[in-house]
């Protein structure tokens, strides 16, 4: 293009503003142009490619002639429609590597550039596109060997698509074609209403309730009743329209019928225990239809000297009066007859040769009868041959094979029960048993999983030890010298430069007590406590001590810009992250070689988010950990954020640290990524959602901070074992006005507590002997309701649990802390501007 036309140069910087690789060329396919995103993109410079044929440059040798196909059928017919589409193809770098892209070609109006050529790398959405398989074909065999089926509705289209195990669910083979239609027609009569009331549910936009169902089902070509758990949802669009429906479907018919066998065990137990009689027969009847879902059981005994069948019939409904009566065991049939004098259980399969009674009702009752629903099971009892009768009409179906073996057994359970009562008693032992073995194995794997996690802490802990100690050394020697030093000058009278010594003793001090915040915030158990943070400041402030844990070997690189964003999240966590990274990093550059540490401001938008990004469209903070050590692999780097997977050997990595990191990130609204190959090094991506709240001068307080005011007549009451901390706090108290009363240990601050000296505010270490902190704090409340209560605590596990332990009015200050703060503290508790408010609970 013309450098010297403006023109000409405004379109230059709009396509070196693009993302995408923007390239014109001519009708030959000379480039023209080659924006900024190009050069990064293929490697080549601007001025190296102007005059080259772009298929000679980029296009893999295998794809130039059609390249050069397209481009002289345009020559020859004028015809762009062949070039003007979005396809994608391989392509090369200046290091030729081939990689795919996506290449949308126009043809422009006028002038000397015939087309415009759009390249986009979509490297990232190919491996993004190959996961997905994996994960769709890992999902698909993990259902299938689950057993589980999957359903999908399209609302748009009214299609439904089942798996192969749903379609069995419902009686439908696997080439079947099913449609909404064949789903409502499926349920059993009793469970549609529910079961459509859920379905509705969860698809209605103002409901949005989860679709979490068991049902029945009658197989449309085996009349088999199954019985089905399903779950699903709604997926609604912009509009807030449900567009599709999807779900999991599981047969569970096994599972009921133990649940019934253990129900019907348990209550026929108290009906039949000892007992022969006719009305708690009748009961059982009654009991064992409500079960097996059937409207009527009879029971009869078959008379072989006069060859005569004694029955009754109860109503599971229990409205209806039982039918008594007997007729000709030839009604059976022989053949079953025989059968049922061996002992076995009988499906009638033809129709009875005579009504099983002279009345009317009795005998409309049988002839209503499908035959496939009858079925005989035997029942000896005393010697002598009875028999329970299922008659099932609600619909008509064929026993499965499993029920016929469950009514089997129920009949001969039910034989044991009347004669020895013992089944109860079994069955309860078997399930308390059950259950204690459960609940102490899931207990066991809690304790387990919360051990490994805190021993991955401990581990980061360790390798940390040796730094730690020599930063303690320094800052040890640092306090000791300085007061060292005054200590000399105060004997020998020379006073002048004592401000000096001090200051380099409190800044000492200031940073050990800061370094030990850190390691406490590392290794305590807490769960994640959002804030507004300011990612920078927090990462710098680490430098020394990621310095520590790198050693000399590695070089360390923060680029921490000054216009970051403030982000919403744990700021604990985010410096485990931010360390457990250094350490890993660390690890994989066992020679030595540099850590990159950055941090930028990233905007996500809704087609980046779409294109297999795992993040909402927004803002973010992007903080990036750049290593130049070993690398990892694909398989690798699949696998790096599940939990327990590692890559260093047995007993050196607990192989939690990347799916704690990866947890971390999606639970503060964010997500993890890496990016790495062998021998190439890794880089490690957090990103963190920019806070729609603001960080004020307020909430960075100064270093140096005035004595606050105080009013005549307070008096102060400080609980502290330690003398020198005592006598510390009780002489800052003096000199900022406040009247100053001291105990030693739990039992004295107590009685001058319930005393009537006036106390406006109890100062108390939580770990004292006699009586703790709080035991002091809640004993003298009784007496004192209104008492405000400042504790203090060296403890990190203090600290942690601070927002279930304190109570309104009370206030926790962590030791180390300077007298400012202290004296801050005190005058916002007794003028009310510090203090949990309600809604707070306290521990037992």
Partial sequence: ??????????????????????????????????????????????????????????????????????????????????????????????????????????????????????????????????????????????????????????????????????????????????????????????????????????????????????????????????????????????????????????????????????????????????????????????????????????????????DMFDYTICWTDGVAPPLLGRFPAAAFGRKIVAKLGAGETVVVDDLFEDPISDETETRQTASSVDTRAILVVPLLRAGRLRTIVYLNDRPARRWTHDEIAFMQEVAERTRQVIERGEAEAALRALNATLEARVEARTRELRSTEEALRQSQKMEAIGQLTGGIAHDFNNLLQGISGSLGLMQRRLNEGRIADLERYLAAALASADRAAALTHRLLAFSRRQPLDPRTVRPAPLIASMEELLRRTLGEAIALDLVLPDDLWVIQCDPNQLENAVLNLAINARDAMPEGGQLTIETANVEVDTLRASMGHELRAGQYVRIRVRDTGVGMDEETIAHAFEPFFTTKPTGQGTGLGLSMIYGFARQSGGHARIESAPGEGATFELYLPRSESSLTEEDTPSLLVEPPSTNDGETVLVVEDEPVVRSLIIEALYELGYAALEAHDGPSGLEILQSSRPVDLLITDIGLPGLNGRQIAEAARLQRPDLKVLFMTGYAEAAASASGFLAPGMAMITKPFAMDVLAGRIRDLIEGRLGQVEGADSPD
């Fill in 1 to 306: 293009m013309d450098q010297d036309n403006p023109i000409a140069e405004a379109a230059l910087t709009v396509m070196d503003a693009m993302l995408d690789a923007v390239v014109a060329i001519d009708a030959d396919g000379v480039i023209l142009a080659w924006n900024g995103s190009a050069e990064r993109i293929f490697g080549w410079t601007r001025q190296a490619v102007l005059g080259t044929s772009l298929s000679e440059l980029i296009i893999p040798p295998q794809h130039r002639q059609a390249h050069r196909d397209g481009m002289s059928r345009y020559k020859a017919t004028g015809d762009a429609s062949v070039l003007n589409r979005r396809i994608e193809i391989s392509a090369l770098d200046r290091q030729g590597r081939e990689f795919p892209v996506e290449l949308s070609i126009i043809e422009t109006p006028s002038g000397p550039a015939a087309f415009i050529a759009f390249l986009r790398d979509i490297s990232d959405r190919r491996r993004a596109q190959e996961r997905l398989v994996l994960s769709e074909e890992s999902l698909r065999l993990t259902t299938d060997a689950a057993e589980i089926g999957t359903w999908d509705l399209d609302l748009v289209t009214d299609v439904l698509t089942w798996s192969d195990r749903t379609k069995a669910m419902f009686g439908f083979p696997a080439d079947a074609i099913c449609s909404l239609e064949d789903f409502y027609a499926g349920l059993h009569p009793d469970d549609r209403a529910a079961t459509s009331l859920a379905f509705a549910r969860a698809l209605n936009p103002a409901e949005r309730a989860v679709y979490d169902v068991q049902y029945r089902t009658i197989g449309k070509t085996d009349g088999v009743v199954r019985w089905v758990a399903a779950k699903g949802k709604g997926l609604f669009d912009a509009e807030g329209r449900c567009v599709r429906a999807v779900g999991t479907a599981i047969d569970i018919t096994a599972r009921k019928l133990a649940d019934a066998r253990h129900a019907f065990m348990l209550e026929l137990s108290d009906l039949l225990r000892g007992v022969d009689t006719d009305e708690a027969l009748q009961a059982a009847s009654a009991l064992m239809g409500r079960y097996f879902g059937v409207s009527r059981v009879g029971y009869g005994q078959l008379d072989p000297a006069e």
